[in-house]
């Protein structure tokens, strides 16, 4: 288990360095990925439904606020729909107005929430959006997700219904049948009111003081999905794929741990509490210790050198000594050898060379006391 918060350290410190250029590199894929969603279910205009079009967008919205990519699909729908007919556009613009408008006023930040519906709608993983951002925003987050759905559920029924929206008798006729098939989509409706139901438990669930309150907050807002789902479905008499349902909230919850441990790594088994009070208040304070280690640091360290360097800087060595330290006279003024320090030598061979210079000092005196002595005697 230590490896993966090491990994995780490692992870964040690698965003952190680099966090510019991988928002830039995150933004430009989901705005590719939009874009090439919209062209595929509702290519009409086929210069807009080019991949190269695609591309270009994708890049150019990726330098921009994600509130820019928000507004560049709307109007890419809007020249697919003109294409199509002008009831659709008419009222499909009418509804991204109102959309936009309560956008802006109650969550301006949170653009990359209708981007991810519609991409997780794709995936079959709707779910999965509500819980990660009641995990970690506030309930607000609630309209992006609500206009996610609606964007989506409109890509998809002009994907499939195209033909019976152009057949109806003018304008009116077709402003009249595409509003009457979007708003009243009980389905959509259904979805809707599920993941309002399951951020605003999620949310309430993951504040509370409980020890692992963000794994419940999790386990509560996917079964308050289900519940929703299969209730709208029994009153409404409507078929969902209950089997994708299930498997689809499996997986958000599967995704919302992954997330937990990326933000919310703390130890309860350490968590302590604190009493304390003033002259109006009686404060209780719950403190949780984080999940913290410590990266180790790779270090190098040179074991040996070869064998010719080392007698390079010996012979270096012993050429400095010489020359800082002469070699000390004998009383007739001749010099002995100095023992001078030769690296890789032991201390055997160090003692074994003084030991040599010894004796040859010795016999040295030894040939001078005698040629002393035959100086005397002649």
Known sequence: MSSLFVLKEQLQAFYAKYSKGIDKMIQLLLAFIVFYLINSKMGFMETFANPVVTVVLAVICAFLPCTFTVIASAVLMLIHMQALSMGVLLVAAAIFAVMLIFYFRFAPDKAIIVLLMVIAFCFKIPFAVPIAFALTSVPTCIIPICFGTIIYYIMTYLEVSSTVVTGADGITGQMTLFATQVMQNSEMWTYVASF????????????????????????????????????????????????????????????????????????YSRAEKFQYEDDEYYYYVKAIPKVSVTVPEKKVKQISKRRHDRKEEGEENQTESKAEHPKPETREGKKTEETSFIPGMTEELLLAKRLQEEIDLEEIIKKELQDKEEKNRN
């Open 196 to 267: 309002a139901v399951c951020v605003l438990i999620v949310y309430t669930v993951r504040r509370s003081e409980a020890d692992h309150s963000w794994k419940i907050a999790m386990a509560a807002g996917a079964v308050a999905d289900i519940i929703v789902i299969v209730a709208g479905g029994i009153a409404l008499n409507i078929q969902f794929p209950y089997i994708t349902v299930i498997f689809g909230n499996i997986i958000s919850v599967i995704l919302a741990l992954i997330l937990e441990f990326c933000v919310f790594s703390v130890d």
